[in-house]
């Protein structure tokens, strides 16, 4: 079949499942047949083998994955265009320009797919693996359409909606130097940070918000934003926000945003309670699709380490020392502090970043990873989203993940736009028909080794990956003498807890939830 066939099949089929007008018909159930080819049904239906009273397995899809591996599989078939360009897809000379001053010459898969339709203003429901390009993929649209129009103070036009702060902030640094160009302004708005710097900035006038939603619901009730005036809404990580209980909140929002609005979602997955959420609000949606939701990056070398639990500490401080870039994930945040702590007792420089630290503290802990003033950051799985960090090649499950789910996202920080990884999870004797039964759900295939403190296993990764090129710092510059700071507003970082900070946060759910 051609590509074009490919792509107008996921289209029909989505819009069939969906119930809506379309000239699709699915081939009879009985044959056992569907756009993918994976599933044996549709719309929820099962069949019972002829004489038998046990009910089939359900459909492992729903029709709205189904139609994305349509998508997925249309675009596997399509060799591409090794001289698409930012330019060939529509976008503005002054963004394009600004894009090549950051080395930004040709775009991702989910970029070219996306991008066209975005600009002409329809809906559109993308799927992409983690590092993908899916930020770029809504925001050049997204600040394409938005030139040319008027600034109202407190009322952006533009909006996208992220459930974490790290990704707000990195979402933000990707479309802010590029908004510029445009005349545009972008700013983000989140728990943890001062709440009346974020007033005053809404004051100015901005054209673009990105948020979490707990922290703008905030900003709304005291009417310090409105969302009438949207004209583009964005859902990066949905599936995230339904994780973290976000959806009445995210149902909130996009309802103050006017029904005519165009949508735009992105997400590495699309479960959870995300199918609601795109039957509700996306009107006839491009589907987009790079990968399938439960793909393995297959540049990944997935190691799996038994361990005694009282060596594992030893273990990972040996391997910790390499020269590379290494990210630890751990179970809990009192978990990530203890073991940074120990890394850092053995001479091995390591951050940390978790739920309970302060804005600024997950924000400097991050960079000092990102510049290579710290080769090493222990985490819990606030960063096992969205975060981009370049080189980090690998990646250690210290604490085995909660799912299969959570394992792929936590991998994804490595082998990341075609670069290699490695992945090492740590298990201990108890753990190992748990964690086996994960690798079988994520599609791994890995085989446990025995190892202790100079293992040549060890020994190996200890002495793996490039020495890290450390960024220099800023230079200190002494404030003035007698230049003194201004006193603080309520509301202000360091003054009364705003209702996005974390101590504030144990007595106001939403903002605990947004944090």
């Not at 994930?329 to 850092?344: E, N, S």
């Amino acid at each position: 079949m051609h590509v074009r066939g490919l792509r107008d099949t996921a289209t029909e089929l989505f819009l069939f499942m969906s119930g809506r007008p379309t000239s699709f018909r699915p081939s009879s159930p009985s044959r056992g047949s569907s756009a993918s080819g994976r599933s044996s049904g549709y719309r929820g239906q099962s069949r019972r083998p002829s004489g038998s009273t046990r009910p089939a397995s359900p459909p492992v899809r729903s029709d709205l994955e189904l139609a994305l591996d349509a998508a997925a599989d249309a675009a596997a078939a399509e060799t591409g265009s090794p001289s698409a360009t930012f330019a060939s897809l529509g976008l503005p000379n002054k963004l394009v320009g600004a894009l090549a001053r950051r080395d930004l010459h040709a775009p991702f898969a989910i970029q070219t797919r996306s991008i066209p339709d975005a600009l002409t203003g329809r809906d559109v429901l993308g799927r992409g693996a983690t590092g993908s390009g899916k930020t770029l993929a809504f925001g050049l649209p997204m600040l394409t359409r938005l030139v040319g129009g008027q600034r109202v103070n407190g009322a952006p036009r533009g909006l996208v909606l992220v459930p974490t702060r790290e990704l707000a902030q990195q979402v933000h640094d990707a479309l802010a130097p590029l908004a510029q160009a445009l005349d545009l302004k972008v700013n983000a708005v989140y728990g943890g940070a001062s709440m009346s710097r974020q007033i005053d900035q809404l004051r100015r006038g901005i054209d673009v918000v990105v948020a979490t939603p707990g922290r703008l619901q905030d900003l709304i009730e005291q009417r310090e934003c409105t969302l009438a005036g949207v004209s583009i809404t964005v859902l990066d990580e949905a599936d995230h926000m339904a994780d973290l209980g976000f959806m009445p909140a995210v149902t909130a929002l996009l309802d103050m945003t006017p029904p005519d609005a165009q949508r735009l979602l992105f997400s590495a997955t699309l479960d959870r309670g995300v199918d609601k959420l795109v039957r509700s609000y996306l009107k006839d949606p491009a589907v987009h699709a790079v990968a399938s939701a439960d793909s393995t990056i297959t540049t990944m070398d997935h190691r799996v380490y038994a361990v005694q639990h009282a060596a594992k500490a030893d273990i990972t401080a040996e391997i910790a020392a390499r020269p590379g870039r290494t990210l630890i994930f751990v179970r809990t945040k009192h978990g990530a502090d203890r073991l940074a702590l120990q890394l850092r007792k053995v001479g091995v420089e390591a951050g940390a970043i978790h739920g309970n630290l302060t804005q600024n503290a997950r924000k400097r802990a991050l960079e000092n990873f990102t510049t290579g003033h710290a080769r090493v950051l222990v985490a819990t799985d606030v960063a096992a989203r969205g975060i981009h960090v370049d080189d980090v090649d690998l990646v250690v499950h210290y604490d085995p993940p909660a799912d299969h789910k959570d394992y792929l996202h936590r991998s994804g920080r490595t082998a990341r736009a075609g670069a290699s990884g490695t992945v090492l999870s740590f298990i201990t004797s108890d753990q190992v028909r748990e964690h086996q039964r994960l690798r079988e759900r994520a599609g791994v295939e890995a085989s446990a080794i025995s190892v202790v403190t100079g293992h040549p296993a060890v020994r190996e990764l200890a002495e793996s990956g490039e020495p890290i090129v450390v960024a220099p710092r800023a230079p200190y510059v002494p404030r003035p003498q007698g230049d003194r700071r201004p006193s603080r507003r309520p509301g202000a970082s360091g003054g009364r807890p705003t209702s996005g900070s974390s101590t504030y946060a144990g007595r106001n759910p939403r903002a605990a939830r947004s944090a």
